[in-house]
Structure formats: C-alpha cells, structure tokens
C-alpha cells in the first residue's frame, strides 16, 4: 500500500488496534454500568476470558515483525524477511518431513531429526513443527472472526440505524436488500462471492463480511424502529436536538449490549464458516481449516497420522469455546432484565 | 387474510428479481465474461479460442440493456432463469437442468429426515431442559449445547468418518444406492453426524423460547387459575412458543440445503450440494449461478410459506 | 368469629447482594367473611408480593420464608402443592393489574375461562361453554355469544378485565384478591369496573383483598384499610376511622396529597424524599427517614405494634409517646 511493505503495514495496524482498545477501555471504565457488567463478567467467567486473552496473545506476539536478527545457516528462511516473535521461537526447528509428537526420528524411514524430543505436537509433511503452525493460526482467526465482524457492524448499524431513524424511500430500500441478501443461503452467497471477487485474504474477508451484516443489520432496523417511539426520543426532539445528536446520544447507546453481543456471536460463526471455505478450497492462507482439510488423508494412512488435525482442531475449538462461553457470560451480565433486577 | 397473502407473494417474486440481479452483478460483472473463459480453457488459450468459446456459451453478447435493447446479456438472464432454462455447464457442457433433476431426489432424501428427526430429537430435550430451569440439569444440558455448538461441522464429520466407518466399520463411509432398501445404510452415517451437530444449537434455542415464553404473565394468570405445570407448558407455553420456533425451522432449511453441502461431499451423496462443490472445485460459474439462484428461490419460498403459516398458529395474525 | 383468612407474622424474601431481602415483613392481618379489605401502599411496598405470597405465587428467586396463612384455619403455606392448585381459582382467586397481558393471546377468552372451569370441576365443555355465557353476562360483556370465541386482542382493556374477573369468580372463590383492578384502565372504564366488583361482592359475599395505591379507591369499595410501607404494615384501621383520624404520619402525609382535600391555590403538599431501596432500610422505623416528627428512637428501634383502639393497629413511637401520656384514644 503506497510502497509500504506488507510487514509494515501489519506492524501498524496493530499499533492502530492496540491504541483504539486503550482507548475503548478508558471510555467505557468511565461508565457505571459497563464497569460492573465487566467485573460481573470476570466473576463469573474468569476461565474463559484467560483462555481467550491467550489467544489474543498469541495473536498479537504474531502481528508484530521486524527484519534482521536471524542467525546465518538457518534452514528456510531468507535472511532478510520479517519475522514475528512467534517465528523468531521457532527458528530452526524446520525438519525433512513428518514426525510424531516428542519422536526423535522421522516418522517414514527413521531418519534422525535435527531436534529431536522437541516437537511437541510433531512436524507436517514439509517438517514444519504443528505447534508453530498452530500458534500462526490463532492470529488468523482472531484476523478472520475479529476484523470482520469491526467491518460488518458498523457497516450494519449505518444501514439499520438509518433506515430504522429515518424510514422512506432509504428504508424501503435497505429493507429490500436485507431481505434480498437474507434469501440467499449464507453458505452459497459467500462462495458466488469469493469466486467472483477472487480467493485471496482480502476478497475472502470482505465476503465474510458481506454474508454476516445482514442480520445485525436487521436487528439494528427493529430496535431502532422501537426506540425511535420512546418518549424521551420525542422530548429530545422537541428540545431541538439535532436528528444525528438523537442517534449519537440515545439510540447508540442502547444498542450498544446489542453490538457486543453480536460481535462475539459473529466472531465464532465467522471463524467456522472459514473453515468450511478451507475445506472447499477458497479459505485463508495458514488458518486452522487449511491445516485441518490439509491434514484429512493423514487419517487414513497406515499407521494413522494424527497429531496435525489433532493440534489444529483442537486449537480451533478452544477458542470457539472459550468465546462462545464468555459471549453467553456477555449477554447475561448485558441483559436489560438481569440489569433492573439488580437495582 | 387474503390481501396479506397477496402482498407477501408480490415482495417475494420482487426479491427473486432482486436475488437475480445480484447474481447478475457477480457473476457477469465482478468476473467478466473474459475471466471465465480463461478460468475453463486455460491462462495461455489463444484469444480467437476463447472468443469462440464466449459464442458458445452465449457470453459474447453486451451485458446492458441499454446497449442493445434486443438482445443483451441482463434480459437474457432473467428470462433464462425464470424459465429454468440454466443452459451448459462451463464445465463440462453438460445439461445443467439434467444434473439438478437428478441431484433433488437424493437431496430431499438426507434433509427432509434431518429436518424431521432434528425437531424429534431438540424439542423434548429442551423442554426438558426448560422445566428444570436453574438446576443442574439446566446448566449441565446449556453447558453441553454450548460444547456442541462449538465444534466444526468439519471436525463433527471426520471424527464420525474415522470412528465409525474405519475403526469399527459399522457403516459404510461414503457412497449412495438409490434403492429403497439400501438407501438406509448409506444415509445413516450423514443423517447421525447432521443431528449432532446441529442439536446444540436448536436445543439452547428452544430453550431460551420456552423459558421466555414460561416468564409470562398469563402463565401466572394460569397458576393462579389452578393449573399443574404440565398443564401450563402443553396449553399455554408450547402453544406460544411454536410462533419463534416455527421461525427457526423454516430458517433452518437453507441451512440444510448448505449443511447438507458438507455432508453429501464428505459422504458421497449425489445431491444438489455435491453438484455445488465440484462446481467450485472447476470453476463452472453457470452451474453455480445456478445452484445459488435454486437455494435462494427454496429459501424464499420457505420464508413465505412461514410468514403464511403465522395465519394458522397465531391469531392476531389472521386477521390483519 | 374467626376470620376466613388469616395472615400471621408472613415474611417473603429476595436474595440481594449481601443477604436476603425482606420485602414482605412480618405482615400480619385477617380477612372476615364478606369484607373487603384494602391493602394500600406506594409501588414497592410490598403489597403485591403479600398478594402472590398468599397464593404461593412468588416469583423466583424469591420465597416464602415464615409464617401462616390460614383459609378457614387450614395453613396454606404448609399444603402440598397439588392441594394448593385445588384452592387456587377455587377458593382463593386473584386478578391482576394488566389485563393486556394476563391472557393467553393465542386462545380464546371463552377458552380460558372454560379452563378455570375444568380444572376444579369434572364438567363437559357444552356445560362449561354454558357457564361460561352466563358468567359473561354476569360481567357485563355485551354480546356475549360472539366474544367467547374472541381472542384477547379484540377486546378492549376494560373487556379483558371483565373477562378476568369473570375467570376468577367462575367456581365462586370465598376470597378474591384483586391486584391494582383498575390501574392500568382508563378513568371511565375504572368506575365500571369498580362497580362491577362492588355489585359482585354484595351478591355473592365474597371477600376481597384489594390491592391499590388509591385512595380513591379505597373510599369507594374498602370497608377496612391496611397501610403498607417499605416492606411492613405501619396503620391498620376502619375506612372512616382512617381516612377522618389517621395516625400514622405516613398515613397523614398520604391524605394529605390527595389534590381535592388540598386548597386551590396552595402548593399540593406532598411527602418529601423517596421510598428508600431495600438495602438501604433503615434499623428502626422505615419511614423515619421521611417522617416530618422524627425523634430520637425512629432510625434505630422498629415501633412495636400498638392498639390505639379496637380494630385499629399502628406502628409509631409517637403514637406510642402519646398513649403512655394520655391513655388509650
């Protein structure tokens, strides 16, 4: 982008991320109710949220690289291209082929390994170590569940907000292409999508997106509709309030349980659904579908190779788990009949 | 009644107008015409090639009506696919119609009882659930549904492959037999993996509708009449939760028809999914135009027929 | 003569943040024969939750903790509970403050007053139907034919509370308990309402525990008055008594504010301050966080109940400062 390198870019979009999250953090400490919400949350889901940060983590140790710093003989990797902290751990570890878990030869013809005992979840055909293929899944994922859905929502809220506040001609046009879009099966309009658009990253994530706005997008549409009815709406109005200061001030807000709730929700779907496009061919590069629809015809094998579909599906349903836990956890503490029960 | 019917089929042939344009857009438009046919022929084919190629298939007329208003590539289509007339694949050239007649019967044949025993199976559970709100029966079933949910349908049909087909080789792992009498044996494995996966999700669903609808206050209008709670869930809560539930259903039928995706290409089932997946394994864009034009017109049609069916279940409905 | 029902010493509590929630607080009142009692408070004193506690209705995750409730001498709340759904529409019948939403929308209101029916007597539906009719004239619906197969959304507010009324007097309860009837109904249609009960009541004799937060009210229909304040009784008494003399500071305040016994031109007077929440009640009195005649034992020590007179019960220190001076009223 612009001759920036990709590396670069990446480097400061996390910075970008990282920065808007701090932020993000201080606005809503500032708040009553979100703050409890979040001590609630970490009360009762403290185990999820752990495993969640991990990921997270492990993500973030990924999204950051710099050139330099590689020791000279290293095996299969240039000496000038950006390595994350994740890839600098696993420097060197690059073997011939497959190997068990903890084996200390190769797994066809017994060859020794170059560090042997040391691959815990073992090496894939290219001799890659699966643990460091799975780490490097994990920012994928939180790339496809997380970024996605910070595209989608918005995109959704202007649809649904306006059409909801405003009604008309814009409404009846957005309501046409909700129910337009909601007629096509998800799975098959994310494929028309991808190969009309291409199967790289960026097309794969914008269809994503594309497939999953609709339905927070209606929801938005209905909620707004009924809080537009509220009489404090109408007293705004009469104050003079401008019509966007209405939106901002009592609409947004409102919604707001609503947008956290849908964006863990949709996290989890996203990544699911990627891993169905791995398998079909048209998934992202180095996600977990790759390495489970890649790892299938392992099974069949004798003797059986296991530890590569092992690792990455395990990985994949650890963090499916843990958010789908804490976003139940989220919409608990968020929900308006628990709040009032409260006071 | 009758007014409301109509409406409700006038928006819908809109939206297959609609769904036809956006179609038209993707496929005609985002990938032009260009790409398609080097996708079919090759990178290095010869232009007079793919030229000929385009005349063959139809593609080398103007996209726009405006272009030509006789004879272009829009009308074309619309008229094409309203009449079902779906052409060759860019494939293979092969009849598509043909194949989808074909691939229907084996379709219906793993959704229509995936549908069925799908509902058998995740409304008792979650009623179950439902009458021991709070308990340990509660949260152990929401805890497992949510442990269900959270795994890939993939992973849901290699484990099922692995265990069952290979180690103990109860069933075969792939294949099909349109004979009655073998049909079972080859739908059983895809039939099992589709109900594990997907009675998480319906049972925490289901739940939380009959929880709802349990929190009422004609329920406690109920209570106070005198009625047991058995009463109470068969007369008043099931009656008013079948609104969102039938809602559900009908929304779960595209998700058959996809989910049935995966599982007739893992399991060897000839369905209309199976046709989708090698259409985009070859890159044969007038197959899967087509097969994503037939899944929208079946799922616009269940969505009307549930928005019709509202009419019989719920009472204020009919009489708008 | 023993009262048909008796309250003794109830307690119902909600789980809070640091500990349980006494929001029904060692109440205790009876109920005679043919009477219509008053239960009269502010939202959240506790008055419906006396209500749903006497039917053993209350909500989770609150409960009934200790106490009697005796029907003609039989406690209720130590029944199994298949014997308490056999009094609950029969015996005892409630009717609550949203009619909107009392109903099943998807039945039939004939239906469901056929329901209160079946459940307690083994009647085919033709006799049930039959009933039914009759107790629709009864109410006072017109047409009657017609709205028994109607559904609750084509009924008025005003029709749908007959229709409830109609459902809970159907097996002839001895007591019916009525909470907030009107509250949620247009002015008109609430005087028809009212009347309607009043007209009920005298020709069947049943008993009525009428929960309301109007005064107005209460001068129409109560033939005795019970005042409810943050959880506990603070005056029980006669309606004349009550509204001529009250005690009860509280009680005074609240017929104070009536607008038309306040002088035109004149600031409607009012109580300052709010309700205070159940986790901030204070040790003593309750009110004396409001109380215009607060003296020093109010915040810390709860008044005993005093018996300023027959049937007249109050909870206040300067009431009970005033007896020790001067005697019994």
Known sequence: MMGLEAYVFSNIMTAALLAGAWLLVRVVRRQRLWREAAQQLWGRRKLAIIIVGIYLLIGLLDSVAWKGGVPEDSVGVLPNAPLTLIDRVFLGTLEASYSAPFAAVEFYGAMPLQRPGSHLFGTDILGRDVLYLSLKGARVALLIGGLTSLIAIPLALVFGVGAGYFGGRFDDFVFFLISTLASMPGLLLLIALIMAMGRDTLSVCVALGVTSWVGFCRLSRAETLKLRELDYVSAARALGVSELGIIVRHILPNLAHLIVITFVLMFSGLVLSEVVLSWLGIGVDGSWGQMIDGARNELSREPIIWWNIAAAGSALFGLILAVNIVGDGIRDVLDPRTRKSLS | ?320 | MSALLEVRNLRTVFPGESGPLPVVDDISFSLARGEVLALVGESGSGKSMTALSILRLVPKPGQVVSGEVRLAGEDLLRLPVTKMRRIRGARIAMIFQEPMTCLNPVVSVGAQVMEAIRLHDSINKIDARARTRELFVEVGIPDPDARLDAYPHHLSGGLKQRVMIAMALSMRPEVLIADEPTTALDVTVQSQILALLRRLQSDRGTAILLITHDLGIVNELADRVAVMYAGRLVEVAERKALLSEPLHPYTQGLLRSIPSRSRPGEPLPEIPGVVPPPHQWPAGCRFSTRCPIRFEPCAEVFPEQIRPAEGRRVWCHDVERSMRREGPA
């Open chain 2, 1 to 320: 009644m009758g007014a409301y019917v109509i409406r409700r089929l006038l928006y819908g042939v809109g939206v297959v107008l609609g769904v036809l344009f956006l179609l038209f857009i993707l496929f005609f438009t985002v990938t032009k015409p260009d790409d398609i046919a080097r996708r079919a022929l090759g990178e290095k084919a010869p232009a007079e090639v793919i030229e000929q190629w385009k005349i063959n298939h139809g593609y080398d007329r103007p996209l726009w009506p405006w272009q030509d208003w006789d004879d272009n590539l829009l009308f074309d289509h619309y008229r094409r696919m309203l009449t079902f007339d779906f052409g060759l694949s860019d494939a293979d050239d092969s009849p598509i119609i043909d194949r989808i007649a074909a691939g229907m019967g084996p379709s219906l044949a793993l959704t229509v009882p995936l549908l069925f025993f799908g509902l058998v199976l995740a409304i008792p559970l979650s009623l179950l659930v439902a009458f021991f709100r709070e308990t340990y029966i509660d949260r152990m079933g929401v805890f497992l549904c949510v442990l269900a949910m959270s795994v890939s349908m993939l992973l849901y049909i290699i484990g099922a492959q692995f265990l069952i087909g290979k180690m103990l080789r109860w069933y075969p792992i792939s294949g099909f037999d349109p004979t009655l009498l073998m049909m079972p044996r080859f739908l059983a494995m895809p039939l099992i993996v589709g109900l594990l996966a997907g009675v998480g999700g319906d049972v925490r669903f289901y739940r939380t509708v009959f929880l709802e609808e349990s929190e009422r206050d004609f329920v406690r209008t109920a209570r106070a009449k005198g009625a047991s709670e058995t009463q109470i869930m068969t007369r008043h809560i099931l009656r008013n939760a079948l609104i969102p539930i039938l809602t559900n259903v009908v929304l779960a039928i595209p998700f058959l028809f996809t989910g049935a995706l995966l599982l007739e290409a893992f399991f060897g089932i000839p369905g209309l999914g199976s046709i989708t997946v090698d259409a985009i394994a070859a890159n044969d864009f007038s197959t899967l135009r087509t097969m994503v034009f037939i899944g929208s017109l079946l799922l616009i049609v269940g969505q009307i027929a549930t928005d019709l069916s509202y009419g019989l279940v719920d009472p204020r409905v009919r009489f708008e």
